[in-house]
């Protein structure tokens, strides 16, 4: 009869998974995790500040050439992105035309320890020229490309930004 090993000891088991942390820890142990950087996080503070006081020219500003503004869920309407800084700008000065005010709180900025990502939670409310009251929870997710904004990820309630995008002048 061939020779059947009994079935590993617990301490066995411990003792091998133990090794195989070490060894995986050992692998990753020269790589360098990158933060976002202290002027990512300045720029995400600014980038609401800006739009509070509706300087978009300013605003414009922190926005890299290749920009891009991504809305997964966008109301009726309304794109799934804006390409370009040009083209943002342009998006963003008509659209903050229509605000008699604009208050963006932060209610919760998150630096992400291994990217140049910074996520923020943020609540608006707004006031349109037809004196529609508007406001809404988002979550964002900002992306830097050489200390300038290169993605703009905005997740909110479509249904409620339907309001904003049904007051904007039809082209």
Not at 157 to 162: A, L, W
């Amino acid at each position: 009869m061939p020779h059947t090993p009994f079935p590993p000891t617990r301490r066995a088991l411990l003792g091998q998974t133990a090794g195989l942390a070490a060894l995986v820890a050992s692998a990753l142990a020269p790589v360098q995790a990158r933060a976002a950087s202290p002027r990512d996080v300045d720029s995400v503070r600014r980038f609401f500040a800006l739009m509070q006081r509706k300087e978009i020219e300013a605003w414009g500003e922190l926005w890299a050439e290749n920009g891009r503004i991504i809305v997964p869920y966008p109301p009726a309407g309304f794109g799934t992105s804006i390409d370009g800084k040009a083209e943002i700008l342009r998006a963003f000065r008509t659209l903050f035309a229509n605000f008699e005010s604009f208050a963006a709180e932060l209610t919760g900025l998150y630096p992400a320890a291994d990217s140049d990502a910074v996520c923020v939670e943020y609540r608006v409310s707004a006031r349109l020229l037809n004196g529609t009251e508007y406001s809404n929870s988002n979550i964002a997710v900002f992306r830097f490309e050489a200390g300038l904004i290169s993605t703009y990820h905005d997740y909110f309630d479509p249904r409620r930004f339907q309001v904003v995008v049904d007051a904007l002048p039809k082209p």
